[in-house]
C-alpha cells in the first residue's frame, strides 16, 4: 500500500515537472512569432515582459485544470481555440474554455449562485448582471481582489483606465466587480450606396421635402422607411426596414438592450438614466428599486414605453419583409446582408464580420462595404442627456464560491485575454472592442474603411450614450424572462402595447416584492413605493428636476431631421 502510494505521489510530480518544464518563455516567444507579431499596443520588448509577469505568477498553480465559460460568439471562440491553449502553454496552467448558448451560462451562473457548488472557476456573462453581482454579493469585488486576496496575481500591466467599459461593470459602491471581455453595440445601419444615388434623393427630397440622410429621429427613419418599402432597386423591389417578432426568448434582449431607451423611456443619465432606467425602474436615493410601473414612479408601462412597442409593431407591419414577423434574432440578423433592406434602426456590431464577406450583395468588389453604422435616431420622448442605444459588455466574474487557488488560476487567464499583448490582434479577429489603446492602434486606422463606420464610432464622442442595462435591475436573470413573453404577447396581437406593458411591469413588481418580502439583498434591495397617479408622480418627478415618468406627447411625431453621414464623421474627427 505505502509503495503504491510512493509510486503514485512521484509520478504526480513527474507529471507536474513535466507540465512546467514546457511552460515558459520559449513558449511565449513562439506565441508572439506566430499569432501576435506586431499586432499588439506594446512593442516585442513588452510583450515578452508582461508573458515573462504571466510566467512567474502562474508557478504556484502550474498542473491545475481551470474550467471557464462563456457564450458562442466569435471572440470567445478565438479565446477558447488558439489564446486558452496558448496560455496552458506558457503557464502549465490547463485552461478548459467552455463555450455554451447566453441562456446557459446565466442558468450555470445561477446555479451556482444558489447551490455554492462550484460549476466554473470563471465566468463572461454580461454586465447587465451588475446590478445582481451587487446586491446578492456573491460575486468577488474585484477592486478588493485586487487590492487584497488577488494581489499577487493581478497583472501590474493590466491597465484599467484603458479599458473603455468599466464605468458599466462598477456598481453605486464605487467597486469593480466585473473585467470587459467583449463589447460591441447596437448601432443604425443604412445602405451608404442607396442614399447618396441621385434619384433617389432627388425623389425623396420631392416628396418629403428634406434630404435624404441618416435619421436623427424616429420621424425620419418612418419617412425614409415609407419611401425605400416597394422602391425597385437594382430590378428588385427593396424593404425600409427589418426586424423580427417571434414570441422566443430573442424577443427579450430585442427589448431590454435599450430599445425604451431610443424612444424616450426613463431619465437623463449616463450610463443609463436615474432615479429611472430605461427598463422603466425607478430606484430611491439609496439605490433601493422602488418600482416599475407608473403608479410606483416607474415608467415600464408610462406613454414612451408604450409608444416604443407600437412603433415597433408598426413599422415591422408597414415596412418590413412579411416573414420577418416570424423570425426569431438569429434568423433575422443575415437578411440585411442579402441586399433588399434599406435601413435597420437596430443592427448588433458583433455582426460586423459576417456583414463585410468578399461575395456579398452589399460589399464592393474592393471589399469596402455598401453600408455604414451610424447613430441610432430617437424618439419623439427623448431628451439629451439620455442614453440611445445598448451596449453588450461580456465581463469576467469571480464568483466567492470558486476556492482561492482556483479564482486565481482563473484571474490569471482572464487578464491573458485581455491583455495588451493580444487584445489587438484578439479584436480584428471578433471586432468586439474594450481598449482605448487598441481603438486607437494604428492597424485598426488601416482597416477602418473596410467595417462601415465602426471604428469612427468607437473613435467618436457619440460612444458614450450607449451603455448596456444599469445597477437598478437588481435581478437580471428572473426580470429579463418576463420581458419576451410580454412583447410576444404584443406581437402576436393577444395584447396591445398598454396592456403587454401594464402586465410586464406588474410581473416586474411581483419578483421586486417577493425580494423585499425574502430581504435577500438587505439594505439595497427593493422598498416598494406607495400607489400614486401618473400626473402625481410626473409632477413630482418634474419638481426634482427629472423626467420619468412623462405624460402623453400628442401627437407622437415630431418634425423629421435627418444629417449627412460623411459630414457627421467628420464633426466626429474635428
Given at each position: 500500500m505505502r509503495r503504491q502510494f510512493l509510486t503514485s505521489t512521484t509520478?504526480?510530480?513527474?507529471?507536474?515537472?513535466?507540465?512546467?518544464?514546457?511552460?515558459?518563455?520559449?513558449?511565449?516567444?513562439?506565441?508572439?512569432?506566430?499569432?501576435?507579431?506586431?499586432?499588439?499596443?506594446?512593442?516585442?520588448?513588452?510583450?515578452?515582459?508582461?508573458?515573462?509577469?504571466?510566467?512567474?505568477?502562474?508557478?504556484?498553480?502550474?498542473?491545475?485544470?481551470?474550467?471557464?465559460?462563456?457564450?458562442?460568439?466569435?471572440?470567445?471562440?478565438?479565446?477558447?481555440?488558439?489564446?486558452?491553449k496558448a496560455f496552458t502553454d506558457i503557464t502549465g496552467i490547463k485552461i478548459t474554455h467552455d463555450l455554451i448558448g447566453e441562456g446557459d451560462v446565466v442558468e450555470k451562473l445561477q446555479t451556482q449562485m444558489q447551490s455554492g457548488e462550484n460549476i466554473y472557476d470563471a465566468y463572461i456573462n454580461d454586465s447587465d448582471l451588475i446590478g445582481t453581482h451587487w446586491r446578492y454579493q456573491q460575486a468577488r469585488s474585484l477592486t478588493d481582489w485586487m487590492a487584497n486576496d488577488g494581489k499577487d496575481v493581478t497583472n501590474p500591466n493590466l491597465d484599467l483606465a484603458d479599458f473603455i467599459g468599466t464605468k458599466f461593470t462598477t456598481a453605486p459602491d464605487g467597486d469593480l466587480y466585473q473585467l470587459p471581455d467583449q463589447q460591441f453595440a447596437n448601432l443604425y445601419w443604412f445602405r451608404y450606396d442607396w442614399f447618396n444615388d441621385e434619384k433617389n434623393k432627388a425623389d425623396f427630397k420631392a416628396k418629403y421635402g428634406y434630404d435624404l440622410g441618416v435619421p436623427v429621429n424616429w420621424s425620419a427613419y418612418e419617412d425614409i422607411a415609407e419611401f425605400f418599402t416597394g422602391r425597385e432597386i437594382d430590378g428588385k423591389k427593396v424593404y425600409g426596414h427589418m426586424d423580427y417578432g417571434k414570441k422566443d426568448p430573442s424577443l427579450g434582449w430585442r427589448?431590454?438592450?435599450?430599445?425604451?431607451?431610443?424612444?424616450?423611456?426613463?431619465?437623463?443619465?449616463?450610463?443609463?438614466?436615474?432615479?429611472?432606467?430605461?427598463?422603466?425602474?425607478?430606484?430611491?436615493?439609496?439605490?433601493?428599486?422602488?418600482?416599475?410601473?407608473?403608479?410606483?414612479?416607474?415608467?415600464?408601462?408610462?406613454?414612451?414605453?408604450?409608444?416604443?412597442?407600437?412603433?415597433?409593431?408598426?413599422?415591422?407591419?408597414?415596412?418590413?419583409?412579411?416573414?420577418?414577423?416570424?423570425?426569431?434574432?438569429?434568423?433575422?440578423?443575415?437578411?440585411p446582408a442579402q441586399g433588399e433592406i434599406a435601413q435597420q434602426m437596430f443592427m448588433y456590431t458583433a455582426f460586423t464580420a459576417d456583414m463585410v464577406k468578399d461575395g456579398l450583395p452589399v460589399v464592393n468588389e474592393d471589399g469596402t462595404?455598401?453600408?455604414?453604422?451610424?447613430?441610432?435616431?430617437?424618439?419623439?420622448?427623448?431628451?439629451?442627456?439620455?442614453?440611445?442605444?445598448?451596449?453588450?459588455?461580456?465581463?469576467?466574474?469571480?464568483?466567492?464560491?470558486?476556492?482561492?487557488?482556483?479564482a486565481?488560476?482563473?484571474?490569471?487567464?482572464?487578464?491573458?485575454?485581455?491583455?495588451?499583448?493580444?487584445?489587438?490582434?484578439?479584436?480584428?479577429?471578433?471586432?468586439?472592442?474594450?481598449?482605448?489603446?487598441?481603438?486607437?492602434?494604428?492597424?485598426f486606422t488601416d482597416r477602418a474603411p473596410k467595417l462601415g463606420g465602426l471604428i469612427e464610432f468607437y473613435r467618436s464622442p457619440a460612444r458614450v450614450q450607449w451603455s448596456p442595462t444599469g445597477t437598478n435591475v437588481p435581478d437580471y436573470p428572473k426580470l429579463a424572462q418576463l420581458w419576451w413573453q410580454a412583447i410576444g404577447d404584443a406581437s402576436s396581437g393577444a395584447k396591445t402595447p398598454q396592456e403587454a406593458m401594464d402586465s410586464l411591469c406588474a410581473e416586474q413588481e411581483e419578483v421586486l416584492e417577493r425580494l423585499e418580502r425574502a430581504g435577500v439583498q438587505g439594505d439595497i434591495g427593493p422598498k416598494l413605493a406607495e400607489e400614486k397617479t401618473l400626473e402625481e408622480w410626473n409632477a413630482d418627478a418634474v419638481a426634482k428636476g427629472n423626467l420619468a415618468p412623462q405624460l402623453k406627447i400628442e401627437p407622437e411625431k415630431d418634425k423629421p431631421q435627418t444629417i449627412n453621414y460623411d459630414e457627421l464623421v467628420k464633426s466626429w474627427s474635428n
Open positions: 509520478a504526480l510530480v513527474l507529471l507536474l515537472g513535466a507540465g512546467q518544464a514546457y511552460a515558459g518563455m520559449d513558449e511565449a516567444k513562439a506565441f508572439l512569432d506566430a499569432e501576435i507579431k506586431d499586432m499588439s499596443t506594446l512593442d516585442r520588448a513588452a510583450q515578452e515582459a508582461e508573458m515573462q509577469w504571466f510566467i512567474d505568477a502562474a508557478k504556484p498553480f502550474a498542473g491545475m485544470d481551470i474550467k471557464v465559460v462563456s457564450e458562442t460568439i466569435t471572440t470567445h471562440e478565438y479565446e477558447s481555440k488558439t489564446l486558452a427589448f431590454t438592450d435599450a430599445w425604451l431607451s431610443m424612444a424616450g423611456n426613463g431619465d437623463k443619465g449616463l450610463p443609463n438614466g436615474l432615479p429611472v432606467d430605461e427598463w422603466g425602474i425607478k430606484v430611491d436615493e439609496k439605490s433601493r428599486p422602488v418600482g416599475s410601473c407608473v403608479a410606483r414612479g416607474g415608467d415600464t408601462n408610462g406613454p414612451a414605453s408604450v409608444y416604443a412597442i407600437q412603433k415597433y409593431l408598426d413599422w415591422m407591419k408597414a415596412y418590413a419583409p412579411a416573414a420577418a414577423q416570424g423570425m426569431t434574432f438569429s434568423e433575422s440578423g443575415p437578411v462595404p455598401k453600408w455604414r453604422f451610424a447613430p441610432s435616431p430617437h424618439g419623439v420622448y427623448w431628451k439629451d442627456g439620455m442614453k440611445l442605444g445598448y451596449q453588450d459588455v461580456g465581463s469576467w466574474t469571480l464568483l466567492k464560491s470558486t476556492p482561492d487557488d482556483r486565481k488560476a482563473a484571474w490569471l487567464y482572464a487578464q491573458f485575454v485581455t491583455s495588451k499583448t493580444v487584445d489587438v490582434k484578439k479584436s480584428h479577429v471578433g471586432l468586439t472592442l474594450i481598449r482605448e489603446s487598441t481603438i486607437q492602434h494604428k492597424s
